[in-house]
C-alpha cells in the first residue's frame, strides 16, 4: 500500500507474472511501459473506489484486465483514491455501503 513507485525493469522479463494485489489509493508511477513488461496479459485487483484511477493512468490502463476485487482498505483511509484521508473518505464508504457506486 505503500510503493508509489516502480522502477524500470523493475518486472522486465517476469513473463510469468499474470496477477497483481495493488493495495495502493493511488496507482504507483510506472518508469515506462518496461517497468512491467507482459502488462497486457496482467490481471491487476484494486478496491472498487479507485477502479477509476487506475484505468485511466499510464501504463496501468495497458493491462489485460483490471477488476474491482480486492475490497481490504486503501492505503491510508484513502477510500476516493484522491490522495488525502478526509469526509470524502466517509462519504464515498457510505455510498459503496449502500450500492450507490
Not at 516502480?6 to 508511477?29: D, E, R, S, V, Y
Not at 513488461?37 to 495497458?62: C, F, G, I, M
Request: some cysteine.
Amino acid at each position: 500500500s505503500g510503493v508509489d513507485t516502480i522502477a524500470w525493469q523493475a518486472f522486465g522479463n517476469c513473463n510469468a507474472l499474470t496477477n497483481i494485489l495493488c493495495k495502493a489509493a493511488a496507482p504507483p508511477a510506472l518508469a515506462d511501459e518496461t517497468s512491467i513488461s507482459n502488462y497486457r496479459n496482467v490481471t491487476l485487483h484494486v478496491h472498487p473506489a479507485v477502479l477509476e484511477l487506475y484505468q485511466a493512468a499510464d501504463y496501468w490502463k495497458d493491462c489485460s484486465n483490471i477488476i474491482d476485487d480486492y475490497h481490504g482498505q486503501p492505503a491510508a483511509g484513502d477510500v476516493n483514491g484522491d490522495g488525502k484521508v478526509s469526509i470524502g473518505d466517509v462519504t464515498r464508504l457510505i455510498d459503496m455501503l449502500l450500492g450507490d457506486q
